[in-house]
């Protein structure tokens, strides 16, 4: 063997040709006279009969490189008898595993005859051949003899695509499931006139094609690749590997010749079937109208479709191999059924919707009614079901296995995720009816105890939130009993309204407390302004002043003590001790008595005994509060005293005891004078009498009370403008020499009234005096 090649290329011819008429192609004269080779060829004289038997091997002569050709017996010989097909599949399976280029010798008038192809032979051989080994791309020749008139193009595409048709129907192993044909194979045609009757041209022919033979490992020539190739060396060794694994592989025991005729038969029958039934005007109907909505007796009317057609394959199957017949009637029930599946699976959806539009009507109808919500929903989702079933049988098809389980699931989440969903609303719309009705009872009274700032204003709130609480969670309660609900979510909702109470009486406290100061003054004022009886004060002189004022300092700083945490939990504190000892008593001696409230409570913030989380004014605020309540009050307390004094004042006209007595000693003389002179005394009675009848008659001391009045206001005036005047004066020159922004007229304004603030209050004093 040449040293020049490292692999050897080997040649196939495979005669494929009609089983049934029992012809003879002539391959091995092709073979001799293509490669030169001398194969025995048939004396046609002597009859057609079977020439070539096993495989027999020649060397190409006048082709490089070197090229090994095989001769393998045909597949349509009638010597081995219809049923043992065993010995010609595998030579062929072993030409395929070791050539590189493998001729199909076929005559022109089979082209398009399925079973004068013999499909299901190659079929067979390219399964086995991936599954046994591992492929590579080899050349398919295929040589058509005693070519006609009918043009090559249209010969050529009809073999390809037969040859399609053969790799598609292939069962793959997975790892070539999705592999092409072009993969593995290249399929090449080429045509030959008629020997017997053109045999110069068909000698020409043959020569051309020769051509194509030499040099066919070069790239691009007609051996295609070299994967996978083995070297000359090993190739006897190979080819002996090969064929014992052939022959050790029982796949390879395919049925009889009638048995792949059936095949293929059965199959071009069921396809057809199944292109009528999808072409078929009843089932297209069937079809559309199940995209539009419910059908009824859907499945009777699919079951007479598929009923028919599958009568008729029956009808022309009949005569075929029963085992393939039958096999092949369930492939086309199948692939029936495959395409039928989506309108049933339509069909269901829109039975489910259908069903579940109803249950969600039915509910509703049944709950506008008065009916309980557990019975209703219950009731309406079992006669759902039961509908759903009904309509379930009536689409049923008696071919198919379909499942509708899911679907029948799917809607029974679906119902009682609706039913969920309207008891979530209900329940919601319940409790908040409930919660706005603890509200009403909660809010108003709790702010009304909390402004008055009594010492059990926070018991009293406690007594109020229990029992508000406790009667509406037991009237909740009740409305809940008609929604069946388990312990552990009744529970939870009852607590959720208990919490929802105390977060009322919080948040009312909270709001409560950001107005404290407002209400402390209103409490000093009410207090100071007004007796124990409510009666508006009248500072005539004789009142305590600094007891009032401590009375209403108290009775403020109590409401900042009730104001300054909540106490729900009935837990002892001492917020009021600390405050009083700390505000109201913070002089040096209440210090030493109680520094624990001065220095360290104040100073903090929290209070002792109270939890963050209930604190509403921590104990540095409620000093700051406590500032500022003293400091917009003391102009309250001055005011009252300055009206105390002008009082006093109004209300003592007698001069002072001193003149008195000056005037006793120095009219002595005169008192004497009257004594001895009783003229005088009833001249002096006459004018008293005169006097004082005129002094009630025209009220001279209101004249005198309004001209002092008006001569204090005059004088008030007078100052106030003047030190406007003093005060504009000075800002414009310290304008110029600084750079301080201006004053306000108004912030000296306050700054003359501040400073005339007891003129002011005198005036005041005055008029009231006046209008008394």
């Given at each position: ?111 398009g005859r399925e079973h004068a192809a013999n499909r299901p032979l190659l079929k067979t051989i390219f399964e086995v051949l991936m599954r046994l080994f591992s ?61 017997e009757e053109k045999e110069e041209l068909f000698k020409e022919q043959v020569g051309q094609l020769k051509q194509r033979f030499t040099h066919s490992i070069a ?520 750079s301080y922004p201006p004053l306000h007229a108004q912030s000296f304004m306050n700054q003359a009234q501040v400073q005339h603030h007891p003129d002011r209050s ?11």
């Amino acid at each position: 063997m040449p040293q020049l090649l490292v692999t050897s290329r080997n040649l196939l011819l495979l005669n494929v040709s009609d089983a049934c008429l029992v012809v003879r192609t002539g391959k091995s004269t092709l073979l001799n006279h293509l490669f030169g080779t001398s194969f025995t060829e048939m004396d046609t004289l002597k009859g057609r009969s079977q020439t070539t038997k096993g495989i027999w091997i020649a060397k190409a002569a006048g082709i490089e490189p070197f090229t090994v050709v095989m001769d393998l017996e045909g597949t349509d010989g009638r010597e081995r008898g219809e049923d043992d097909t065993s010995f010609e599949k595998q030579s062929a399976l072993f030409a395929l595993a070791v050539s590189d280029i493998v001729m199909i010798n076929l005559w022109c008038h089979d082209i398009g005859r399925e079973h004068a192809a013999n499909r299901p032979l190659l079929k067979t051989i390219f399964e086995v051949l991936m599954r046994l080994f591992s492929p590579r791309r080899t050349t398919l020749l295929l040589v058509i003899r005693d070519k006609t008139k009918t043009p090559l193009d249209y010969l050529t595409q009809a073999l390809k695509e037969d040859t399609q048709k053969i790799w598609d129907a292939v069962r793959k192993p997975e790892v070539y499931k999705e592999a092409a044909l072009s993969e593995f194979f290249n399929v090449e045609v080429t045509a030959l006139s008629s020997y017997e009757e053109k045999e110069e041209l068909f000698k020409e022919q043959v020569g051309q094609l020769k051509q194509r033979f030499t040099h066919s490992i070069a790239p691009g020539g007609l051996a295609a690749d070299r994967r996978c190739v083995i070297p000359a060396s090993g190739f006897c060794l190979s080819a002996l590997q090969i064929w014992k694994v052939i022959r050790e592989n029982k796949d390879l025991d395919l049925p009889a010749h009638k048995v792949m005729i059936a095949t293929v038969r059965c199959e071009d029958i069921a396809d057809e079937k199944l292109r009528s039934f999808m072409s078929d005007k009843g089932w297209l109907e069937l079809e559309t109208t199940v995209n539009s909505g419910l059908v009824s007796g859907f499945g009777n009317k699919l079951d007479a479709i598929i009923d028919f057609y599958l009568f008729e394959y029956d009808t022309e199957a009949m005569y075929f191999d029963e085992d393939v017949k039958t096999a092949k009637r369930q492939m086309l029930k199948s692939e029936i059924l495959k395409h039928a599946y989506p309108a049933f699976k339509t069909m269901i959806e829109h039975l489910h919707n259908v069903v579940l539009n109803k249950y969600k009507s039915d509910l509703e109808q049944s709950l506008r009614s008065g009916g309980v919500f557990a019975a209703s929903a219950r009731h309406c989702s079992q006669s759902s079901m039961e509908e759903f079933d009904v309509g379930l049988r009536d689409s049923f098809v008696k071919h198919a296995e379909w499942d509708a389980t899911k679907v029948r699931i799917k809607l029974e989440h679906h119902v009682e995720a609706h039913a969920a969903s309207v008891r979530g609303t209900k329940l919601a719309k319940l409790k908040a009816n409930y919660e706005k009705k603890l509200l009403d009872a909660l809010a108003g009274p709790v702010q009304s105890i909390l402004e008055t700032g009594e010492g059990d204003s926070w018991a009293s709130i406690r007594r109020l939130y229990r029992h508000e609480t406790e009667n509406a969670i037991s009237a909740f309660s009740a409305s809940l009993s008609e929604f069946e609900l388990d312990q552990i979510t009744l529970h939870k909702m009852v607590m959720e309204i208990r919490e929802h109470g105390r977060s009322i009486v919080e948040v009312k406290a909270r709001e409560e407390a950001g107005s404290v100061l407002m209400y402390m003054k209103e409490r000093f004022s009410t207090v100071l302004s007004h007796d124990k009886d409510s009666m508006p004060r009248t500072w005539t002189g004789n009142e305590d002043i600094h007891a009032i004022t401590r009375e209403a300092r108290l009775a403020a700083l109590r409401l900042l003590s009730v104001m300054a945490a909540i106490r729900l939990d009935d837990k002892p504190d001492r917020i009021d001790q600390a405050l009083t000892t700390a505000l109201l008593d913070g002089g040096p001696l209440s210090q030493k008595r109680s520094i624990e409230f001065t220095s360290d409570l104040l100073a903090s913030c929290t209070w002792e005994e109270v939890a963050p989380k209930d604190t509403l004014i921590i104990p540095v605020k409620c000093r700051s509060i406590w500032k500022r309540l003293n400091a917009e009050t003391e102009y309250a307390v001055a005011q009252a005293i300055s009206m105390q004094e002008t009082n006093r004042r109004n209300h003592n006209w007698l001069p002072p005891a001193w003149t008195i007595v000056l005037l006793a000693i120095l009219g002595f003389n005169e008192f004497m004078f009257l004594v001895r002179n009783p003229l005088y005394i009833w001249g002096l009675f006459i004018t008293f009498v005169v006097s004082y009848a005129i002094w009630l008659q025209y009220d001279i001391m209101t004249y005198f009370r309004r001209l002092s009045g008006l001569v204090t206001v005059l004088s008030g005036c007078l100052t106030t403008i003047m030190e406007i005047m003093t005060a504009i004066i000075n800002m414009s020159h310290k304008q110029q020499q600084s750079s301080y922004p201006p004053l306000h007229a108004q912030s000296f304004m306050n700054q003359a009234q501040v400073q005339h603030h007891p003129d002011r209050s005198s005036w005041v004093d005055s008029n009231s005096d006046d209008r008394s």
